[in-house]
């Protein structure tokens, strides 16, 4: 499986975009399907997940309210809407797939074993 992302660009404070994961093959539904973001000099961090086997995305709490992911399973397609975007949301945003959990459960980026290779979101007035 390839992931491909894209969506980001430059946008002022409070505004919205959304990124798009897109598939080469079937993610089927018991693939689970994520959104991380990396600060240079930081660790990847999960911003949302869409869980395996419907069971509905999970958020931690820095952006609760303000993402929303979605699943297009049509078109294998996993979105990531931003709204009320801050300049701390700044980063390289990715998507990662994976069907088998390990230590760390959706949080941890071994989790998961495909990758996009990212795109920019930088948020500047």
């Known amino acids: 499986v390839q992931l491909q992302a894209s969506g980001g660009g430059l946008v002022q404070p409070g505004g919205s975009l959304r990124l798009s994961c897109a598939a080469s093959?079937?993610?089927?539904?018991?693939?689970?399907v994520g959104w991380f973001r990396q600060v240079s000099g930081q660790e990847r961090r999960l911003v949302a997940v869409?869980?395996?086997?419907?069971?509905?995305?999970y958020y931690p709490d820095s952006v609760k309210g303000r993402f929303t992911i979605s699943r297009d399973n049509a078109k294998d397609i996993v979105y990531l809407e931003m709204n009320s975007l801050e300049p701390e949301d700044t980063a390289v945003y990715y998507c990662?797939?994976?069907?088998?959990?390990?230590?760390?459960?959706?949080?941890?980026?071994?989790?998961?074993?495909?990758w996009g290779q990212g795109t920019q979101v930088t948020v500047s007035s």
């Open positions: 093959s079937r993610l089927t539904s018991r693939y689970y």
């Open positions: 990662a797939a994976g069907s088998r959990l390990v230590s760390g459960g959706y949080y941890s980026v071994t989790s998961y074993n495909y």
């Open positions: 869409m869980r395996s086997m419907d069971r509905g995305p």
